[in-house]
């Protein structure tokens, strides 16, 4: 048998992901953000491409975020459910990482391959801030997915979109546990 990293195991085994709206200060400084962004760059990356990058988000960046959500929500026709849905995020989050999906051309790794590690290193973050102590949650939301809003707060290229946004900070209340995946139900076991 190979060593067990039990602690790891059982991390793993009993994480949860901590709603956005109950995070709040204090949020890691720079010193203590750095572990976790080079524990999210340690994912798999097939041939190496380095398809993806991290923005980080800053409680001034947020409040600009949150207006042109609205501004955004606003030229889109959205309504107001929305657009308080796609701006509250940003209005709530005191610290948070854009885990932004870069496409490179290769003809050995396969666009579809890049994506998934780019979602691989939102996990990874996500999982790194929860080790750490941190409250995290990974969100996204329509202005995620709107190229206006990626583009002008953000400053995302053609070649980019946003994979997810990892909110850290100090968890008010631990949230109860969910209901989980019924592994029989999903598991299929093939031997031969």
């Given at each position: 048998?190979?060593?067990r990293n039990?602690?790891?195991?059982?991390?793993l085994?009993?994480?949860?992901?901590r709603?956005?709206?109950?995070?709040t200060t204090p949020?890691p400084?720079?010193?203590?953000?750095?572990?976790?962004l080079?524990a999210?760059?340690r994912?798999?990356?097939h041939?190496k491409?380095e398809?993806?990058r991290?923005?980080?988000?800053?409680?001034p960046a947020?409040?600009r975020?949150a207006a042109?959500?609205?501004?955004?929500?606003?030229e889109?026709?959205?309504d107001?459910e929305?657009a308080d849905k796609g701006?509250s995020?940003?209005e709530q989050g005191n610290?948070?990482?854009?885990v932004i999906?870069?496409q490179?051309?290769s003809?050995?790794?396969?666009?579809?391959?890049?994506?998934?590690s780019?979602g691989?290193v939102?996990l990874a973050?996500l999982?790194?801030?929860?080790?750490?102590?941190?409250?995290?949650n990974w969100?996204?939301?329509?202005?995620?997915?709107?190229?206006g809003?990626?583009?002008t707060?953000l400053g995302?290229?053609?070649n980019?979109r946003?994979?997810?946004?990892?909110?850290?900070g100090?968890?008010?209340s631990?949230?109860?546990d969910?209901?989980?995946?019924?592994?029989?139900?999903?598991v299929?076991w093939i031997?031969?």
């Amino acid at each position: 048998m190979p060593p067990r990293n039990d602690a790891a195991l059982e991390f793993l085994l009993t994480r949860r992901s901590r709603p956005a709206k109950t995070l709040t200060t204090p949020v890691p400084d720079g010193d203590q953000l750095m572990p976790l962004l080079q524990a999210a760059a340690r994912t798999p990356d097939h041939g190496k491409l380095e398809p993806w990058r991290m923005i980080v988000l800053q409680r001034p960046a947020l409040d600009r975020l949150a207006a042109l959500a609205r501004q955004r929500a606003a030229e889109l026709g959205h309504d107001p459910e929305k657009a308080d849905k796609g701006a509250s995020q940003f209005e709530q989050g005191n610290l948070a990482v854009a885990v932004i999906e870069v496409q490179k051309p290769s003809d050995k790794i396969p666009a579809l391959e890049q994506t998934y590690s780019a979602g691989a290193v939102c996990l990874a973050l996500l999982n790194a801030a929860l080790a750490a102590g941190w409250g995290a949650n990974w969100l996204s939301g329509w202005p995620s997915h709107d190229r206006g809003f990626v583009e002008t707060g953000l400053g995302l290229a053609a070649n980019e979109r946003v994979a997810g946004i990892i909110h850290i900070g100090t968890e008010r209340s631990t949230p109860p546990d969910r209901p989980r995946p019924d592994l029989d139900r999903i598991v299929t076991w093939i031997s031969d």
